[in-house]
Nanobody, 123 residues
């Protein structure tokens, strides 16, 4: 059971990227989905989460107002729109899906993970 994260790249500070997350060979329309990131030498940190219906979202304070998480269940895809990017946003970004009910910020509440996509923001 895997997730595929894509859309990362190199962008200048102030720029935008949109990450996508889709499951490989299964449907996650009934799963909450979260995005996490990990920079070199740092712990994995929560970025954003969305409920299975898309009706509820939650963001880390560091990205609130700049990032938007959304989902398109007919397309079986979750997105992370990242605007006003900063060099400190540089990290490998991972998406994850949870079988639990609710929104979760702890990585240990997620059951399925993607391989990660690199986001690099230059100053």
């Amino acid at each position: 059971v895997q997730l595929q994260a894509s859309g990362g790249g190199l962008v200048q500070a102030g720029g935008s990227l949109r990450l996508s997350c889709a499951p490989s060979g299964w449907t996650f329309s009934r799963h909450a989905v979260g995005w996490f990131r990990q920079a070199p030498g740092k712990e994995r940190e929560f970025v954003a989460a969305i409920s299975w219906s898309g009706g509820r979202t939650y963001y880390a304070d560091s990205v609130k107002g700049r990032f938007t998480i959304s989902r398109d269940n007919p397309k079986n895809t979750v997105y992370l729109q990242m605007n006003s990017l900063k060099p400190e946003d540089t990290a490998v970004y991972y998406c994850a899906a949870s079988r639990g009910v609710g929104l979760f910020t702890g990585w240990d509440r997620y059951d399925y993970w993607g391989q990660g996509t690199q986001v690099t923001v230059s100053s």
